[in-house]
């Protein structure tokens, strides 16, 4: 996948399109991920020793991985990524910008 967890990114599509987050959990089985602060969702949740209360929940859901783009750090726009080799490891480069993001 094109982002992993603690990554900033922008959702590019859908009604949360335009927002800004950072990537909580990576499901990359499933090509989801949970962004902090977008598409949250109600959960209903039953009581249980560790919630003696119940009842509805706030949270984030995921959201497809293609409808999000990262963030590139020189310029604070979405940018696609692209993979190289760089001193024999594997890391992910911005293609807006040419920078490496890891």
């Not at 009842?55 to 692209?82: C, F, M």
């Amino acid at each position: 996948m094109h982002v992993k967890k603690g990554d900033t990114v922008v959702v590019t599509r859908g009604k949360h399109k335009g927002q800004t987050g950072t990537v909580l959990l990576a499901l990359p089985e499933d090509q989801k991920v949970v962004v902090e602060g977008v598409n949250i969702v109600k959960k209903h949740v039953k009581p249980n020793p560790g919630n003696s209360a119940g009842g509805i929940e706030e949270r984030e859901g995921a959201l497809h991985a293609s409808k999000v783009s990262l963030v590139d750090p020189e310029t604070g726009k979405a940018t696609r990524v692209r993979k190289q080799v760089v001193d024999g490891k594997k890391v992910r480069v911005a293609v807006a910008s040419g920078k490496v993001i890891d």
